[in-house]
């Protein structure tokens, strides 16, 4: 799989980019050239990211400082070795949610 993101999912990176925490800026320059080469397989709709090698990375350890709360669970983004590599919904429902939630959904904490 190598697709661009879909409107959604760079709207919901954006979401969490824009909140203040050491490694942000490398981060959202990463995520003007970040796609998607990787998907959940229970449904829900988790992605792997890659993004262009040669920009700059972020200090970040293992994953931003920001978690985007939804009622039903939450959003987690991965940072590997300083470069967006996941991003993560975890949820409390027994069915996956098919889709992220729109940005205006999210509570951050
Ligand atoms: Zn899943």
Do not use: K, W
């Amino acid at each position: 799989m190598d697709r661009p993101l879909t409107e959604v999912e760079r709207n919901v990176l954006s979401a969490m980019l824009d909140r203040p925490f050491p490694g942000a800026p490398q981060l959202r320059a990463q995520l003007a050239t970040a796609r998607v080469v990787g998907q959940c397989h229970c449904g829900c709709p988790t992605v792997d990211l890659a993004v262009d090698v040669t920009l700059p990375t972020a200090v970040v350890d293992s994953r931003i400082p920001v978690e985007a709360a939804v009622p039903d669970g939450g959003l987690i983004l991965f940072v590997e070795e300083g470069r967006l590599s996941s991003l993560e919904y975890y949820h409390l429902a027994e069915d996956p949610p098919p889709y992220f939630p729109a940005p205006d959904q999210l509570r951050f904490t």
